[in-house]
C-alpha cells in the first residue's frame, strides 16, 4: 500500500532551488502524489505529463526498442521538465529556466533511486 504523505514528503525535498512541481504518476495519468506550487493543478499536470510520455513513447521508435524509453528532457515555454520511468510509474520535475538540466536530471534520477526498489513492489497497473 502507498501512503500519499511520506511520497509526498520525499517528492518535497526535490521541489526546491527553482524546481516548481515533482509529480509521482501512473502512465495513464492517475497522480499518485505531487509536491510543488499550491495555486497549480496537479491532475491537469500529471494528465500532461502522461500524454508527453506516451508520444515520445509510442512514437516512431522501432518495435524491438519499445520498452527502452527511460527519461524525457524538454525545454518548454515556461520552463525545463524531466520526466523519469520508476517501476511501473512516472516521476516529472518542472522547473524555471535558472534550473539547469543537469541539477534537473539529478534530482529526477535520485528520486528514481530512493523510490525504485519500493514501488517496485507494488503492482499498480491495474489500479
Known amino acids: 500500500m502507498l501512503r500519499p504523505r511520506p511520497l509526498a514528503d520525499v517528492l518535497r525535498q526535490?521541489?526546491?532551488g527553482g524546481v516548481s512541481?515533482?509529480?509521482l504518476l501512473k502512465v495513464?495519468?492517475?497522480?499518485l502524489a505531487y509536491a510543488g506550487e499550491a495555486n497549480k493543478d496537479p491532475e491537469v499536470h500529471a494528465a500532461l505529463t502522461s500524454n508527453i510520455w506516451g508520444s515520445y513513447y509510442l512514437g516512431d521508435m522501432p518495435e524491438t526498442e519499445m520498452g527502452s524509453l527511460e527519461q524525457v528532457v524538454l525545454h518548454c515555454e515556461s520552463g525545463k521538465l524531466v520526466?523519469?520511468?520508476?517501476?511501473?510509474?512516472?516521476?516529472?520535475l518542472m522547473s524555471?529556466?535558472?534550473?539547469g538540466f543537469g541539477m534537473l536530471k539529478a534530482k529526477a534520477e535520485a528520486i528514481a533511486g530512493y523510490l525504485g526498489e519500493p514501488l517496485s513492489k507494488v503492482d499498480m497497473m491495474d489500479d
Open 21 to 23: 512541481r515533482v509529480t
Open 96 to 99: 524555471d529556466e535558472s534550473v
Open 28 to 31: 495513464d495519468g492517475s497522480l
Open 83 to 92: 520526466i523519469i520511468k520508476v517501476a511501473t510509474v512516472l516521476v516529472a
Open 14 to 16: 526535490a521541489a526546491t
